[in-house]
């Protein structure tokens, strides 16, 4: 089974940092684009940032220059570093995967659409 597990989360003062960890488990062949988005309280998920495979990156106008997204594919994990935080961060982060191709048997078969569990960045003034 193919799974996304987010970790990282935290309460963190004003200006903190937090890096936020998505790894996936199972018998993973390849993981195509990933993304980190997040949920604030009452209000729709929005992308924080993304990376694709060959390590292109983007990322939302409001996390630019404040965040660094990461990807280890030996370790099947995606990094997002967030750095001068502020108390508008404060949502549920979660993280994302376009495909993930994984070792059925004999097959390599493709999961679309990955989701992992959210992890709670709260931000305090």
């Known amino acids: 089974q193919v799974q996304l597990q987010a970790s990282g989360g935290g309460l963190v003062q004003a200006g903190g940092s937090l890096r936020l960890s998505c790894s996936a488990s199972g018998s993973i062949f390849d993981i195509s684009t990933t993304g980190w988005y997040r949920q604030a309280a009452g209000k729709e998920r929005e992308l924080v940032a993304s990376i694709t495979r060959d390590g292109t990156t983007n990322y939302a106008a409001s996390m630019k220059g404040r965040c660094t997204i990461s990807r280890d594919d030996a370790e099947n994990t995606v990094y997002l570093q967030m750095i001068n935080l502020k108390p508008e961060d404060t949502a549920v982060y979660h993280c994302?995967?376009?495909?993930?191709?994984?070792?059925?048997?004999?097959?390599?078969?493709?999961?679309?659409?990955?989701w992992g569990q959210g992890t709670l960045v709260t931000v305090s003034s």
């Open positions: 994302n995967a376009d495909r993930i191709r994984y070792y059925s048997g004999s097959y390599v078969r493709p999961l679309f659409d990955a």
